[in-house]
Structure formats: C-alpha cells, structure tokens
C-alpha cells in the first residue's frame, strides 16, 4: 500500500519498520515547518534537502520509497515568499519531487492571518504547478464543527473549499490533477469528486476520522479518486492509519480489486509513481 500523505520527518525508525512490516510500499512526504520556530525560505530549502537525501534513504533503508511534494501552507508561509517560489521552479526538476503541496488555505495561520494574501500565496503556487505539470495537494483545515480540538475561533471548512477551487479553475487546473486532502466529513468527499477533484481521506482521531469511520467512506465513495493518508506530523497522528483501513475493508468484506485501488492504484495514478 502507499501513504499518500505523510510528514516524513516527525516518524521514528520503529515507526518505519511498523509500516514497512504491515505492507507500506511507498509513502509521499510534504515539507511543512514547524511554525513556531519562524519560518523563512532558508529553513523551508533545508527541511525540502532534508526530506530529499536524509528522509527518502531513511525510508528507503525500510524498503520504503519515499517520494516529495513541495510547497508551502498558509500555517507556514516564510517570511521572503517570493525567494521560496523561484526555489520551488529549481526544487520541481528533481525526479523524487511529484507534487505541488501541500499548498492551501488555513484561517488559524499563526503567520499570515490575512485571507487575501493566502489567496495570493496558493496561487502563485498553483501557478507552478500548472507550468510544471504536477498535481497539487490541497491542505483544507479541519472542520471546526466536528475536531476533537478546541479552536479559538469557528470558520466555515466550506467557505475555504469554494476558495480553493474557484482559484484551481481560475488558473486553470484540471481538477482531476487536484487533491483536496483533510475531508472530514461525508459532505466534503461527495463536493470534491462531484467536482471532478481526488478526495483525500486522513485518518486521525481528533479530526474525528478513525479507520473504521475512513474504511466506511471508502466503501461508500470509492474506488474512483479516492486517497487516504495518515499525515503524520508532530501533531497527534496514527502511522497505521492506512493499513487500518484495510483491516476494516477486509471486515467488511470488500474485493480485494476494490482495495488494492484505492491504497495502491489510485496514489500511482494521482503523483504518476514510478515504484522499483
Ligand atoms: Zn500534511
């Protein structure tokens, strides 16, 4: 199986062996800050070498091949914006680098508060992406109604999907080379496939996804453009997440067929893998 999104870094050795151990092949890792450090283009350039030589060897010692996206989030924008994109246009020729992301809106930005400049942000992104023909990974924040975690403030999850794809069609994206990652809760898988995009599943508890709960969205909307990802970050986070899911598909009695595209096709096709 293949992690579609994961944050190499915050894993442990045991970890990988944890996932090697129940079956994941492949795993694509994204660079996002930790915010509370400060964030400018150097650090962002040496988290993205970091995740390139140190990570991918790391997994690959695993029988892990790691695979990177690039970019920035709105919780992680550095402060010298405009150097990190002429980097990105060098950092996209590397052949281990498949996607643009994880890239997209978050009103609990520590870093930039201002929606507007967000917008301005992941455009330039999606931008790069489309010059670069990579797909784009979509980071929409959690739905305040329904997290485990306090937020200081509400927002509308909806509001900020309806954003991020007015850009996607402004610059003029496929939607079907667009993923929108974090979908919590049934409404928001239904929106992104009824708009032609992949629906990212992350299974973590205090989204309130657990595996069974993502094994029952699978099931119900896949297998057609359906990714699921365990986002492993510093924050709280289940490196089983996937293989999970498959547990419960297996309970479930769904085909073989059924789950192999959803953990293993679907991924290859989305960033176009070339596994050894
Ligand atoms: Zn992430």
Redesign the pocket.
């Given at each position: 199986m293949i992690d579609s999104?994961i944050?190499a870094e915050s894993l442990s050795w045991s970890n990988l062996v944890d996932m090697s151990m129940s079956g994941i092949r492949s795993a694509v890792t994204?660079p996002?800050c930790p915010w509370r450090a400060g964030i400018n283009t150097s650090i962002q350039i040496t988290l993205i070498k970091w995740l390139l030589h140190h990570e991918t060897w790391r997994a690959a010692e695993n029988n892990i091949q790691l695979f990177l996206g690039i970019g920035v989030p709105a919780i992680g924008i550095p402060s010298d914006f405009e150097t990190f994109c002429q980097k990105m246009e060098e950092l996209a020729k590397n052949p281990k680098v498949v996607a643009i992301g994880?890239v997209g809106f978050d009103p609990r930005s520590e870093v930039c508060k201002d929606i507007r400049i967000q917008g301005k942000v992941l455009r330039a992104q999606l931008e790069i992406a489309k010059r670069k023909k990579l797909p784009v990974v979509l980071?929409t924040p959690p739905d305040s109604a329904k997290s485990r975690i306090e937020f200081k403030k509400k927002y509308d999850k909806r509001m900020f999907l309806e954003k991020s794809l007015e850009l996607v069609h402004e610059v003029g994206i496929s939607p079907c080379r667009v993923v929108l990652d974090h979908l919590d809760k049934a409404e928001w898988i239904q929106m992104a496939l009824d708009q032609g995009c992949y629906a990212g599943i992350t299974i973590q508890e205090w989204r309130g996804v657990s595996p069974e709960l993502a094994a029952r969205w699978a099931e119900e909307f896949g297998p057609k453009r359906i990714l699921l990802n365990s986002?492993t970050?510093t924050l709280a986070s289940d490196h089983l997440g996937v293989p999970k899911v498959v547990f419960h598909l297996c309970r479930r009695k769904i085909k073989g067929k059924m789950i192999k595209k959803i953990i293993y096709d679907n991924p290859i096709q989305f960033y176009q893998l070339s596994l050894e």
């Open positions: 999104h944050h994204f996002v994880e980071h986002d970050s």
